[in-house]
């Protein structure tokens, strides 16, 4: 069974900085493709960053610069890294898994149950 298991979340300042992990168990982790989705009150959930398995990265032009996603293949971990935060940051964010359970397995999607993240002074 695939379990991800997020924490992290919380209040923080503008400005101020914030960092999000997520622990992967029944996956092969270091073969995956690892993102962060966060999604607001009324809005649809998004892409904010992703890291593949060589460790290139991606992110939104709303994130650029500010947040860094990270990938730690021995613990099985990913981590987002949110500096310079800002109100608009504010959102459920959600880690997300696309690989495989065992060798031979179809590649599927995979999502953590959401940590709250609150921008406010």
């Known amino acids: 069974q695939v379990q991800l298991v997020e924490s992290g979340g919380g209040l923080v300042q503008p400005g101020g900085s914030l960092s999000v992990s997520c622990a992967a168990s029944?996956?092969?982790?270091?073969?995956?493709?690892l993102s962060w989705f966060r999604q607001a009150p009324g809005k649809q959930r998004g892409l904010v960053a992703s890291?593949?398995?060589?460790?290139?990265?991606n992110y939104i032009g709303a994130v650029e610069g500010r947040f860094t996603i990270s990938r730690d293949n021995a613990k099985n971990t990913v981590y987002l890294q949110m500096d310079g935060v800002k109100p608009e940051d504010t959102a459920v964010y959600y880690c997300?898994?696309?690989?495989?359970?065992?060798?031979?397995?179809?590649?599927?999607?995979?999502w953590g149950q959401g940590t709250q993240v609150t921008v406010s002074s």
């Open positions: 029944g996956i092969i982790f270091d073969t995956s493709r």
């Open positions: 890291i593949t398995s060589g460790g290139g990265t």
């Open positions: 997300h898994l696309r690989g495989r359970r065992y060798f031979g397995d179809k590649i599927s999607d995979y």
